[in-house]
């Protein structure tokens, strides 16, 4: 995988994570995250779960997002996406969503899902602008604060998204 497309934020790349990338990605990660994953949670997703699926956001060669989904018969469900803070408000999150759901189509999922935190609008906003739909709550599934995550589903399009 190795998608590129030039916008006003910079020269965009999307390709697969590898294990080298993990120290960048623990930047992103504690940048965005109250609860961030460890090293050893990235290791074990790239070399263990089968299931398991990421990809790295490079702009003008830096990483500065990355996201990853567990692909489950024709399911795919999101784990974690994320920006650096100071590329943030430039439209990089919804690009990395939609090469997500162009990626999942292409390995033949037929639906997506993720948890997102009751309180995190700008990200349910952007979910819904590209089709999820709120279909239940998972009471309490945050651990630092107890709070609540909602569940997003959408129908992947038949046509892959054009990022």
Request: aromatic letters at 10%; glycine letters at 6%.
């Amino acid at each position: 995988m190795s998608v590129t497309q030039s916008a006003e934020s910079g020269h965009i790349e999307f390709r697969t994570m590898t294990l080298e990338d993990i120290p960048d990605i623990m930047v992103i990660e504690h940048e965005s995250f109250t609860l961030p994953w460890s090293e050893d949670a990235f290791r074990n997703e790239l070399t263990l779960n089968h299931f398991a699926r990421y990809i790295v956001m490079d702009v003008d060669g830096k990483p500065v997002g990355y996201a990853g989904m567990w692909t489950i018969v024709d399911e795919a469900h999101i784990t974690n996406i994320a920006v650096r803070t100071a590329y943030r408000g430039r439209h990089l999150g919804e690009k990395l969503l939609r090469e997500m759901m162009r990626w999942a189509r292409e390995l033949e999922m037929e639906r997506m899902t993720l948890e997102v935190r009751s309180s995190n609008m700008v990200a349910q906003s952007l979910y819904a602008k590209l089709g999820f739909v709120a279909a239940g709550v998972r009471k309490g599934y945050y651990s630092d604060n107890q709070e609540d995550a909602v569940i997003m589903w959408c129908e992947l399009p038949e046509q892959a998204y054009e990022c």
